[in-house]
């Protein structure tokens, strides 16, 4: 098997994914009690390193960022302020051509390189006559002054953050009233594929299981962090995608590519070469098809989220109803038969 050896460590590697730690508390003695799930540090440099490998036009986030995108179009107000951050923003920057009505865009990035990369290509893309200012930060410590923004934009990078709904937090402050939040982050039947072959070839090598990926976010989860980060309007919908790879080690360097690998703190760095060799050949065994390309799973949630103004809908008051439903029935249950 060409790379095989490789294949083994980098699929044992990405097994070991994500969680949320679901908790909004500031101050020093917090910040040194709280539960780390994800090494950032870590992270930062797989984000550095992504930004050497990944390619200019990847179909599989720029339709990502395109569906993010078109909700802006489905908007009848503009943007003038934006911010665009962490995960794929480049591909949001070069597909924003002009929707939103965004005149000044921050792009941040943890990764210096990442950030590099994005201010390298701005040149291309100044036709747009969008006024583009690049920063280094940290979605977990938004370093945006409050009530400075109209928009929001995290296209697959806040589900990498220890605090999900600290962080949604202070996306909400930073904006205006009436501002809007949008973010992509990937949903728990992501890469099903290879956790089943996981767990088979664990079974088959050494007599049982043990967790190697930790769950992602649920469309349910979704909504929950919407609400409790304090937005107005929260709107949640999913779309899975189907990519398909020459082999297990093509998927891998894509997930390289897109800095999705394995950040967990208590990850194990001792791999069992036997366990990762047979997660390839179960893999390939159950879900190849007969040209010999595999499918990997990719389940994308969308969230939308507005900080509150007065001119938003609200629901009325309990009580104040002035149709009452046995009405409706009346004159609508007998048409259905």
């Not at 939040?181 to 664990?202: D, H, M, P, S, V």
């Not at 190697?212 to 995608?241: E, I, K, W």
């Not at 790879?245 to 894509?254: F, M």
């Amino acid at each position: 098997m060409r790379g095989g050896l490789s294949t083994a460590r980098s699929i044992c590697a990405i097994l070991r994914r994500r969680s949320a730690s679901f908790s909004t508390n500031t101050g020093e003695s917090f910040e040194n009690s709280r539960p780390k799930i994800f090494d950032r540090q870590l992270k930062f440099r797989q984000r550095d390193r992504a930004a050497w490998l990944m390619s200019r036009k990847d179909p599989f986030v720029d339709t990502i960022a395109e569906n993010m995108l078109d909700r802006l179009e489905d908007c009848k107000r503009t943007f003038p302020t934006a911010l665009n951050m962490g995960g794929s923003l480049e591909a949001i920057r070069r597909l924003l051509r002009g929707r939103g009505g965004i005149e000044k865009l921050i792009m941040m990035d943890p990764s210096l390189d990442m950030v590099k990369l994005c201010k390298d290509a701005e040149p291309d893309l100044s036709s747009d006559s969008i006024e583009t200012t690049f920063l280094v930060g940290d979605e977990e410590f938004l370093p945006i002054q409050e009530n400075s923004l109209d928009l929001v934009i995290s296209c697959l990078g806040l589900h990498w953050t220890n605090d999900l709904p600290g962080a949604m937090i202070q996306c909400r402050l930073a904006l205006k009233p009436d501002g809007l939040f949008l973010a992509a982050i990937l949903g728990g039947e992501t890469l099903k594929e290879l956790r089943i072959a996981c767990t088979a070839a664990q079974i088959e090598r050494e007599g049982g299981i043990s967790p190697r990926m930790s769950p992602l976010a649920q469309v349910r989860d979704a909504g929950n962090l919407l609400t409790r980060a304090g937005f107005a309007l929260p709107g949640v919908d999913v779309d899975q995608y189907t990519v398909r790879y020459e082999s297990a080690l093509d998927l891998i360097e894509h997930l390289r590519a897109m800095g999705e690998t394995n950040a967990l703190c208590q990850r194990n760095n001792l791999l069992n070469r036997e366990t990762a060799l047979a997660t390839a050949s179960v893999y390939q065994s159950m879900f190849g098809a007969e040209d010999g390309t595999i499918p990997a799973t990719f389940q994308v949630i969308y969230m939308t989220g507005w900080k509150e103004h007065p001119s938003q809908q609200k629901a009325k008051k309990r009580g104040t109803a002035t149709v009452s439903f046995k009405d409706i029935k009346k004159q609508f249950g007998n048409d259905s038969g």
